[in-house]
């Protein structure tokens, strides 16, 4: 592949086929970081999603945020996996990342509204004589679609309660903050050109930081449930409200895809190599 990021110069992988970019994950380049790290995280949310399955007080509600989860991780696997492939089929697969980081901001916002919501805000008149939580789900599910508008439209990678967790909360935002800090400023290859090539440049600090603020946000929504339900604070959301606004979501992706559906019908030439057999 040409070169796609102005201060990594070495490492990126020749154009190939879907079989040519599995086998690519087993030796180096410099995807091999954000591939892995986020394929190796997929066993760390599905070890959540059996904790919530066998528990006996398993909640709706963090089953649709661990279901967001699982789509971000296998999202951005799937993206930087099959970028190799080729310019047309990069665009696609960065398009399934957005999209997989847009279902989980939509279940994490569902979460956070029911169980790290005030309640005085659950009730209190919104837009349109829905109730402000109503009108934040919805809000939320407009915003949400915004980077796969954005994703598709530019087809190209952008740079960037009642409280019973609050150390937990500031974790989260802070490993996502400095994950994105690193990321913008394409630091630290932008004062070495060509010396984090292959390792710790800014992208692979990212995925380091997106599974930390994972990991510490599944934590403090954990912590707040259990705060909820000790308290019979636990929100009374019903369990259609978080439904509609996950349906409206698909909605609004296929929607957004169909609008746009020119941009993936550019004719391309296949990939001139072609992998062996295993």
Same mark, same amino acid.
């Given at each position: 592949?040409?070169? =796609?990021?102005?201060?990594?110069?070495? &490492?990126?992988?020749?154009?190939?086929?879907?079989?040519?970019?599995?086998?690519?994950?087993?030796?180096?380049? #410099?995807?091999? *970081?954000?591939?892995?790290?986020?394929?190796? &995280?997929?066993?760390?949310?599905?070890?959540?999603?059996?904790?919530?399955?066998?528990?006996?007080?398993? #909640?709706?509600?963090?089953? !649709?945020?661990? *279901?967001? %989860? !699982?789509?971000?991780?296998? &999202?951005?696997?799937?993206?930087?996996?099959?970028?190799? /492939?080729?310019?047309?089929?990069?665009?696609?697969?960065? +398009?399934?990342?957005?999209?997989?980081?847009?279902?989980?901001? $939509? %279940?994490?916002?569902?979460? /956070?509204?029911?169980?790290?919501?005030?309640?005085?805000?659950?009730?209190?008149? &919104?837009?349109?004589?829905?109730?402000?939580?109503?009108?934040?789900?919805?809000?939320?599910?407009?915003?949400?679609? !915004?980077?796969? /508008?954005?994703?598709?439209? +530019?087809?190209?990678?952008?740079?960037?309660?009642?409280?019973?967790?609050?150390?937990?909360?500031?974790?989260?935002?802070?490993?996502?903050?400095?994950? %994105?800090?690193? /990321? !913008?400023?394409?630091?630290?290859?932008?004062?070495?050109?060509?010396?984090?090539?292959?390792?710790?440049?800014?992208? #692979?600090?990212?995925?380091?930081?997106?599974?930390?603020?994972?990991?510490?946000?599944?934590?403090?929504? =954990?912590?707040?449930?259990?705060?909820?339900?000790? #308290?019979?604070?636990?929100?009374?959301?019903?369990?259609?409200?978080?439904?509609? $606004?996950?349906?409206?979501?698909?909605?609004?992706?296929?929607?957004?895809?169909? %609008?746009?559906?020119?941009? *993936?019908?550019?004719?391309?030439?296949?990939?001139?190599?072609?992998?062996?057999?295993?």
């Amino acid at each position: 592949m040409a070169q =796609s990021e102005p201060y990594i110069y070495r &490492g990126y992988r020749t154009r190939t086929d879907f079989l040519g970019s599995i086998r690519s994950l087993f030796y180096l380049h #410099n995807e091999s *970081f954000n591939c892995w790290s986020h394929i190796l &995280g997929l066993p760390m949310v599905l070890l959540y999603v059996l904790e919530e399955c066998i528990s006996p007080s398993s #909640n709706p509600i963090m089953c !649709i945020y661990l *279901f967001g %989860c !699982i789509w971000f991780i296998f &999202g951005s696997s799937f993206g930087h996996t099959f970028c190799c /492939y080729d310019r047309f089929t990069r665009h696609v697969s960065f +398009t399934i990342d957005y999209i997989g980081l847009t279902i989980f901001t $939509c %279940c994490s916002g569902i979460a /956070y509204a029911s169980f790290s919501f005030p309640l005085e805000l659950q009730t209190k008149p &919104g837009l349109f004589e829905f109730s402000f939580l109503e009108t934040y789900l919805i809000i939320l599910s407009l915003c949400s679609m !915004i980077s796969i /508008y954005q994703a598709v439209w +530019t087809r190209t990678l952008p740079p960037m309660s009642a409280f019973a967790s609050p150390g937990l909360l500031m974790s989260q935002f802070i490993a996502c903050m400095a994950s %994105c800090l690193f /990321y !913008i400023s394409r630091f630290p290859e932008c004062i070495y050109p060509g010396k984090f090539d292959y390792l710790g440049h800014s992208h #692979n600090v990212f995925h380091v930081g997106a599974l930390l603020g994972l990991h510490y946000q599944k934590t403090a929504l =954990s912590y707040d449930l259990k705060f909820a339900l000790m #308290n019979n604070l636990a929100s009374s959301i019903p369990i259609q409200i978080p439904l509609v $606004c996950l349906t409206f979501l698909f909605l609004s992706i296929l929607v957004t895809l169909m %609008c746009f559906r020119h941009l *993936f019908s550019v004719k391309h030439k296949a990939p001139t190599y072609k992998s062996k057999l295993l």
